[in-house]
């Protein structure tokens, strides 16, 4: 089993509408997590970091994280055809930054 | 403030050959992070320097190896090049360990013919 499972989709949605992705992970050590965003042969881009359980809000981008559950999400509301892209997931105990595999979204206008 | 910078961005070598891929963190991060990412699969860990010290190893062979200069920079080495190796390798930095945020750089594609 790996340590951090997410489900690489792909995920083609109309824009305007609201992306969930998520993912979930094994590791209960994991304590910050972070979203990455990856254009096509690009570096990952950060997008969110947080270090607690709950919401975590930054434009159109939402961040929620449950330890207890150990399943974290990011959604993206009012999508735009520029939010096509590779979505990462990604989380550290105090050894490694352990990533998912990446949801393919696109949007479609 | 500068981001992540990675040389070269492409690199095409021969199968047997080295290549020396190369980082720079961001002003003030300590930790570099190096990952492979071949086309199409997700980002597979190679190695976390710290501090100038390798702190962690992913599941790959020695022939994978690399350093932290005492400016923080890094460089990543790979002896005895194999066609599969071909990837983007990407390198990210942070500030205190694996506990804020990290930053990527664009990458260094491989090329191995």
């Not at chain 1, 989709?9 to 990455?36: D, H, K, R």
Request: glycine fraction near 8%; charge should be neutral; hydrophobic fraction near 30%.
């Amino acid at each position: 089993q790996k340590e951090v499972e997410q489900d690489p989709g792909p995920l083609s949605v109309p824009e305007g509408a609201i992306v969930s992705l998520n993912c979930t992970y094994s590791n209960s050590a994991f304590q910050y997590f972070m979203w990455y965003r990856q254009y096509s042969r690009k570096g990952p881009e950060l997008l969110m970091y947080t270090y607690s359980s709950g919401n975590k809000e930054d434009g159109r981008f939402t961040a929620q994280v449950d330890k207890s559950s150990k399943y974290i999400s990011l959604f993206i509301r009012d999508s735009q055809p520029s939010d096509s892209a590779t979505y990462l997931c990604a989380m550290t105990d105090d050894y490694k930054l352990s990533f998912g595999a990446g949801t393919t979204v696109t949007v479609r206008a | 403030e500068a981001g992540v910078t990675q040389s070269p961005t492409h690199l095409i070598k021969t199968r047997g050959q080295q290549a020396t891929l190369r980082c720079s963190p961001i002003s003030g991060h300590t930790s570099v992070y190096w990952y492979q990412q071949a086309l199409g699969l997700g980002l597979q860990f190679l190695l976390w320097y710290d501090e100038g010290e390798e702190r962690n190893r992913g599941n790959f062979p020695p022939r994978f190896s690399g350093r932290q200069f005492p400016n923080y920079s890094s460089e990543l080495n790979v002896n005895a090049l194999e066609l599969e190796d071909s990837a983007l390798y990407l390198c990210a930095s942070s500030a205190d360990r694996v506990r804020t945020e990290a930053f990527f750089g664009q990458g260094t594609r491989l090329t191995v013919v």
